[in-house]
């Protein structure tokens, strides 16, 4: 069965250190996400990426973050200067089609970010 | 903001017996609503959708209901076993107005053998 899959399952950085989690989607799926749950706390929209461009981002999703989708299968989050409130379980998912209308968002088993 | 909440943190049920997840919600726009299961170390895994258009969906031991006059729905699992236990968040989007999930804090539930 297709999955979504992320690398590293855990990453170490430092507070001010630039990090890159990456994910690679399942391959005829046309919608990537990237979502968060710190610990504890709900799981919490980040980004929505389709034809190479942000459809959607929350107001967490500021200037330190970013997305990229470099080649043709994967799909990296960059946090430009991490703090350490960044320490969360990262998601990626990725869709056939927009979340809704008999569709639904397939995740990756996460990224636990811990900046120190 | 709690757009889509889940009341209950945890739920014990005993194995053969029905399991009832609730969740309720604010956001009279959602049309689209979804139940996903975690386990612990692992990613979110739908388990089953609905859409505002239905007030029931059922695939095989797992219903989900829908009562938008209350903004209520709630899954149902029948008969639990030991291998349900699990945490199960519901989330909620706004079909054709983007992409975004919001979800609940999820409910843990833990099927008793």
């Known amino acids: 069965e297709p999955e979504v899959t992320q690398t590293p399952s855990h990453q170490v950085t430092q507070m001010g250190q630039e990090v890159i989690l990456r994910c690679v989607p399942i391959?005829?799926?046309?919608?990537f996400y990237w979502y968060r749950q710190i610990l504890g706390q709900k799981v919490e929209f980040l980004v929505s990426f389709y034809n190479n461009e942000i459809s959607e981002k929350s107001e967490i999703f500021d200037d330190q973050f970013s997305v990229e989708r470099p080649d043709g299968s994967n799909f990296t989050l960059k946090i430009r200067s991490t703090k350490l409130e960044d320490s969360a379980m990262y998601f990626c998912a990725s869709s056939v089609r927009p979340n809704g209308g008999d569709t639904e968002a397939f995740f990756g088993q996460g990224t636990r970010l811990t900046v120190v | 903001d709690q757009q889509v909440k889940q009341n209950s943190p945890s739920l014990s049920v005993q194995e053969g017996r029905i399991s009832i997840l609730n969740c309720d919600y604010t956001n009279s726009m959602f049309d689209y609503f979804l139940w996903y299961k975690k386990y612990p170390a692992e990613g979110p895994t739908f388990l089953i959708s609905?859409?505002?258009?239905?007030d029931k969906n059922e695939d095989g031991r797992f219903t989900v209901f829908l009562n938008k006059s209350a903004k209520h729905l709630s899954l149902h699992i029948v008969p639990s076993q030991p291998g349900d236990s699990a945490v199960y968040f519901c989330a909620a989007s706004v079909v054709d107005a983007g992409n975004m999930l919001t979800f609940g804090g999820g409910t843990r539930l833990m099927v008793k053998p």
């Open positions: 609905i859409s505002s258009i239905k």
């Open positions: 391959s005829n799926h046309l919608y």
